[in-house]
């Protein structure tokens, strides 16, 4: 079945430097995509999204690309800083189906 | 705050007993959902909710059975529990389907 999924499990990064998390997807129909982040011990926590007919969406220190072309879908975060730990994962959505599907996550790990 | 509250936030079970996780969200939310987490299979769906008095089978709905008698209420219960079943649950709701999900911090369950 189509299912969304990471590249790499863990991503280091130094402080102050910027993250890239990327993500896979394979369903042509998914019409929304969602980036969540998951600290030790506690739930998901929503950080952005962005609809199938746009490209890029800003947030506070985070930005999604999403290329249609190749299916891909990123997480930019800007000046990475210690609370940024986590492990972070997508998600899409197909409204057609009624079918949310997560990714397995990547881990980011700051450095100080 | 406002948010999603599971209890327990622990439990160990013997093989064979039965126990009902708890979750219950302030928000007035339509839609409610069960996850379960296991390593490297991110997070899938046992069972959800799109209002007070209905329920439906996600993608691992064996061995489980949920209510929703009220609104801010969807109660996930375990018949028979197997060592299948130790995970970490995750309750969410959101206002639409597929929307922002808001996370409990999850019920970590070992059966032995």
């Known amino acids: 079945g189509e299912s969304v999924g990471l590249h790499l499990p863990t991503l280091s990064v130094q402080e102050g430097d910027n993250s890239i998390i990327n993500c896979a997807y394979s369903n042509s129909a998914s019409d929304y995509f969602i980036w969540y982040k998951q600290e030790s011990g506690k739930g998901p926590q929503f950080i952005i999204d962005i609809r199938s007919n746009m490209d890029k969406r800003q947030g506070q220190r985070v930005t999604v690309l999403l290329n249609k072309t190749v299916k891909h879908l990123s997480l930019q975060i800007a000046a990475t800083q210690p609370g940024d730990s986590a492990v972070y994962f997508c998600?899409?959505?197909?409204?057609?189906?009624?079918?949310?599907?997560f990714g397995g996550g990547t881990r980011v790990l700051v450095k100080p | 705050n406002a948010g999603v509250t599971q209890t327990p936030k622990f439990r160990v079970l013997k093989t064979g007993q039965s126990m009902t996780l708890l979750c219950a969200q302030d928000m007035n939310h339509e839609y409610m959902y069960w996850y379960r987490q296991d390593p490297g299979m991110g997070l899938r769906l046992i069972h959800y909710?799109?209002?007070?008095?209905?329920?439906a089978k996600g993608e691992v709905p064996d061995g489980y059975n949920v209510s929703r008698l009220k609104k801010q209420n969807f109660l996930l219960g375990l018949e028979s529990a197997a060592p299948s079943q130790t995970s970490v649950y995750f309750c969410a709701s959101s206002y639409v389907r597929g929307g922002g999900y808001t996370f409990g911090s999850g019920t970590r369950l070992t059966v032995v």
């Open positions: 909710s799109v209002g007070e008095g209905t329920t």
């Open positions: 998600a899409d959505f197909e409204a057609a189906g009624n079918k949310l599907t």
